[in-house]
């Protein structure tokens, strides 16, 4: 069965950097990409960023690009998501998501991890 | 940027069709998925591109795209469809956008 298992929360003060995980398992690691969704308290959701596990490739929403580093070690099945710089308002659940290609435009995300909340406060 | 509308809230009866409209500029051009997002948990892919189901996803929920609305129906509606319901598209100018999101209440 396809999961994705997140680490656990994390509390971080204003300007720190916070790294989550994200371990893959029942399937092929390198054939899709991840991509990273955000939820702020009692919002919508947020697509931050994407990266291909077979080849490391980025792309990131552009509010993120100059804060968000996303990684892969595909010797553990995982995916990496860092962000620097917190502020208050970055305090969200994080959510990592297998990518799949559709038969139309874009991608879609079929198996998502339970998410992982990060505390930005003094 | 492209921007997607949804209503804020539906509500039907047991046994009823709920529909939820996800509206953008051409939307019938994209291919629209849909997500299942229940209280404390992490969301569902219960549509993809605009009407295919994954396969553990029940008939009752569908999908229809067209000109400026996509639509996600779920018949014969049950208690444990209460959920918030979020449509996503890709665009070429702002990559992934997700609607603002719709609540279903079951009366």
């Known amino acids: 069965q396809v999961h994705l298992v997140q680490s656990g929360g994390e509390v971080r003060k204003p300007g720190a950097s916070v790294k989550v995980s994200c371990q893959a398992s029942?399937?092929?690691?390198?054939?899709?990409?991840i991509s990273w969704v955000r939820q702020a308290p009692g919002q919508g959701l947020e697509w931050v960023g994407w990266?291909?596990?077979?080849?490391?490739?980025?792309s990131y929403a552009q509010k993120f690009k100059d804060r968000v580093s996303l990684t892969t070690d595909t010797s553990t099945d995982t995916a990496f998501l860092e962000m620097r710089s917190l502020r208050s308002n970055d305090t969200a659940i994080f959510y990592c998501a297998r990518t799949i290609s559709v038969a139309g435009t874009g991608t879609a995300f079929d198996i998502w991890g339970q998410g992982t909340t990060v505390t930005v406060s003094s | 940027s492209y921007v997607l509308t949804q209503p804020p809230s539906v509500s039907v009866a047991p046994g009823q069709t709920a529909r939820i409209a996800c509206g953008g500029n051409n939307i019938g051009s994209k291919s629209v998925h849909w997500y299942q997002q229940k209280p404390g948990q992490a969301p569902v892919l219960v549509v993809y591109d605009d009407s295919d189901r994954p396969s553990e996803i029940p008939e009752r929920f569908s999908g229809s795209n067209s000109g400026n609305t996509a639509t996600l129906t779920i018949s014969r509606v049950e208690a444990g469809d209460e959920a918030d319901y979020y449509c996503?598209?890709?665009?070429?100018?702002?990559?992934?956008?997700f609607g603002p999101g719709t609540e279903v209440t079951v009366l």
């Open positions: 996503h598209v890709w665009d070429s100018g702002s990559d992934h956008v």
């Open positions: 029942g399937y092929s690691f390198s054939k899709y990409g």
């Open positions: 990266i291909s596990a077979y080849s490391g490739y980025t």
